[in-house]
């Protein structure tokens, strides 16, 4: 069993909609939860982060842990077409010896259709 | 300052050449990491280091591939020989470790063997 599982999709919406990209995982030690948007042809970029539990909002975007299920989400509200990528889920833990080591899942490509 | 920066952009080589990527991470940052991505694994991390010291390889496929970071702004990733499976996008990332949780990826080389 992976890590780190994730839907790849791919997931086509229409502009304007809701969108909801999720992964879970496996190893209760992981503690900072990531989402990374890559585009075409292009490395990973941090879209934003969260530490433990809770919520996250930046925007359109809001980003939910719930560690007790081991499942993240990435909510994108009023899509967009430029919101078209990639977007990977990251996670890493604090353990002694791999403080920075970053897990990813394997991406959802998204596409939203003007 | 430029971001990290990876070279070549594309290789294309013959199955058992030795192939050479080459990486330099943003200055100042403390940890580095090379990682391969491909449509049905996703994006892999092989190794890891850590102020020049590599602290994780265990994402290493097969003794064919070794990475080396003689100093803190060069790191190579070779692979010798290489066989057409290897076929994928390689990626380097650094991070500067007040800042754990934001990957800076390279532009990534996209390496095909025949």
């Known amino acids: 069993q992976k890590e780190v599982e994730q839907d790849p999709g791919p997931l086509s919406v229409p502009e304007g909609a809701i969108v909801s990209l999720n992964c879970t995982y496996s190893n209760s030690a992981f503690q900072y939860f990531m989402w990374y948007r890559q585009y075409s042809r292009k490395g990973p970029e941090l879209l934003m982060y969260?530490?433990?539990?809770g919520n996250k909002e930046d925007g359109r975007f809001t980003a939910q842990v719930d560690k007790s299920s081991k499942y993240i989400s990435l909510f994108i509200r009023d899509s967009q077409p430029s919101d078209s990528a990639t977007y990977l889920c990251?996670?890493?833990?604090?353990?002694?010896?791999?403080?920075?080591?970053?897990?990813f899942g394997t991406g959802t490509l998204l596409a939203v259709q003007p | 300052d430029a971001g990290v920066i990876q070279s070549p952009r594309h290789e294309v080589t013959e199955m058992g050449q030795e192939v050479t990527l080459r990486c330099k991470p943003i200055?100042?940052?403390?940890?580095l990491f090379w990682y391969r991505q491909t449509m049905m694994r996703g994006l892999e991390l092989l190794i890891y280091?850590?102020?020049?010291?590599?602290?994780?390889d265990s994402g290493m496929p097969e003794d064919r591939f070794s990475a080396k970071m003689p100093n803190a702004s060069f790191s190579t990733l070779k692979i010798q020989p290489s066989e057409p499976r290897d076929s994928a996008v390689y990626f380097c990332a650094s991070i500067q470790d007040t800042k754990v949780t934001e990957a800076f990826f390279g532009q990534g080389t996209r390496l095909t063997v025949v």
């Open positions: 200055s100042g940052h403390n940890s």
């Open positions: 280091f850590n102020n020049n010291v590599p602290i994780d």
């Open positions: 990251a996670m890493k833990g604090t353990w002694r010896g791999a403080t920075n080591k970053l897990i």
């Open positions: 969260t530490y433990s539990s």
